[in-house]
């Protein structure tokens, strides 16, 4: 089973701060990596897929960032408003594997 | 609008009771997931499909079977045997190419009484 570690578990901001987390996940027989946002009483949301070491994503305040040598993803969240209030999910995709290992979740609140 | 389906939303089950959970999905996705999460844990992978009439073992399939005799339906039958089976369950699909990300259903919540 391959580990993938997201930190911090949790975290609380206050409304336009920003903020970032992390996930970790092997450096070897990458494939690719996945961000997902899960609200509560919804469905888990696609964010970002990344494929390739030194991509950067973006979409609208939420950014991505991957280190693939190393076994790391960054997540950052500009001027964080309540609505991103959230658990966010990285998984990890190795070559051989055609499923997806999670990470167990950074959960943000964001205080108005 | 295209989506996936999970049925029911909150389900009971007895001691020794099998019960099977729907997913339904009509993105015409050749693969499909199930997960399972317990509180303070990720989502763990139970079985998943890539093509019908075909499926594989996750991490955490003890206690589970599965079907895949149509395209868009991918059943989980919890049997008697999981005897831990009280968690919320997730369904998943994707269209099977690398980038391409999955789709989540809202899940069934399942209780022992």
């Given at each position: 089973?391959?580990?993938?570690?997201?930190?911090?578990?949790?975290?609380?901001?206050?409304?336009?701060?920003?903020?970032?987390?992390?996930?970790?996940?092997?450096?070897?027989?990458?494939?690719?990596?996945?961000?997902y946002?899960?609200?509560?009483?919804?469905?888990?949301?696609?964010?970002?897929?990344?494929?390739?070491?030194?991509?950067?994503?973006?979409?609208?305040?939420?950014?991505?960032?991957?280190?693939?040598?190393?076994g790391?993803?960054?997540?950052y969240?500009?001027?964080?408003?309540?609505?991103?209030?959230?658990?966010?999910?990285?998984?990890?995709?190795?070559g051989?594997?055609?499923?997806?290992?999670?990470?167990?979740?950074?959960?943000?609140?964001?205080?108005? | 609008?295209?989506?996936?389906?999970?049925?029911?939303?909150?389900?009971?089950?007895k001691?020794g009771?099998?019960?099977?959970l729907?997913?339904?999905?009509?993105?015409?996705?050749d693969?499909?997931?199930?997960?399972?999460?317990d509180?303070?844990?990720?989502?763990?992978?139970?079985?998943?499909s890539?093509?019908?009439?075909?499926?594989?073992?996750?991490?955490i399939?003890?206690?589970?079977?599965v079907?895949?005799?149509?395209?868009?339906s991918?059943?989980?039958?919890?049997?008697?045997?999981?005897?831990?089976?009280?968690?919320?369950?997730?369904?998943?699909?994707?269209?099977?190419?690398?980038?391409?990300?999955?789709h989540?259903?809202?899940?069934?919540?399942?209780?022992?009484?």
């Amino acid at each position: 089973i391959l580990n993938v570690e997201q930190s911090p578990q949790s975290l609380h901001v206050q409304e336009g701060d920003s903020t970032n987390f992390t996930c970790s996940f092997p450096s070897s027989n990458f494939y690719a990596l996945h961000w997902y946002r899960w609200e509560t009483a919804k469905s888990p949301e696609a964010l970002f897929v990344m494929t390739l070491n030194g991509d950067e994503k973006k979409k609208g305040r939420i950014s991505a960032t991957l280190n693939t040598k190393e076994g790391y993803s960054y997540l950052y969240i500009k001027g964080s408003q309540p609505e991103d209030s959230a658990t966010y999910l990285c998984a990890f995709n190795s070559g051989s594997a055609r499923q997806l290992t999670f990470g167990s979740g950074t959960q943000l609140t964001v205080l108005p | 609008d295209g989506g996936i389906t999970q049925s029911p939303k909150y389900l009971f089950r007895k001691e020794g009771q099998n019960v099977t959970l729907s997913c339904e999905q009509n993105l015409n996705h050749d693969a499909m997931y199930w997960y399972r999460q317990d509180p303070g844990q990720g989502l763990r992978l139970i079985y998943y499909s890539q093509i019908v009439n075909d499926f594989q073992k996750g991490d955490i399939a003890e206690g589970y079977s599965v079907s895949r005799e149509k395209k868009e339906s991918f059943p989980l039958t919890v049997t008697s045997a999981q005897k831990n089976p009280t968690a919320f369950y997730l369904c998943a699909s994707r269209i099977s190419a690398r980038g391409q990300p999955q789709h989540f259903g809202d899940g069934t919540r399942l209780s022992i009484l």
